[in-house]
Nanobody, 124 residues
């Protein structure tokens, strides 16, 4: 069992930056590919970014490409999402998720463990 806890969310203005962290307990994260997803009110949960177990390969949604960067530090059992040039449409609850195995996925149902989420609100 893996417990995931996100942190780093908050209220910022358009153009600002935030770094989200996702720290795991229970098992080492190096056994899992990791993903970041977000869900805005009234919308479905959507893929944001993902990273393989080693950190050597990443993927980002087109809507955040060039602004967001996913990374991980397996020694700290932590995954990060650096978010730059934030826009009001980035407002959502952000979730990290762990997927058994080493390859990542952009599909919500491919992930086995989820954090409770952290709110990101971007004002215009």
């Amino acid at each position: 069992q893996v417990q995931l806890v996100e942190s780093g969310g908050g209220l910022v203005q358009a153009g600002d930056s935030l770094r989200l962290s996702c720290t795991a307990s229970g098992r080492t994260l190096s056994n899992y590919a990791m993903g970041w997803f977000r869900q805005a009110p009234g919308k479905e949960r959507e893929f944001v970014a993902a990273i393989v177990w080693s950190g050597s390969k990443t993927a980002h949604a087109d809507s955040v490409k060039g602004r967001f960067t996913v990374s991980r530090d397996n020694a700290k059992n932590t995954v990060y999402l650096q978010m730059n040039n934030l826009k009001p449409e980035d407002t959502a609850v952000y979730y990290c998720a762990a997927r058994t195995g080493r390859g990542y996925s952009s599909v919500v149902n491919a992930y086995d463990y989820w954090g409770q989420g952290t709110q990101v609100t971007v004002s215009s």
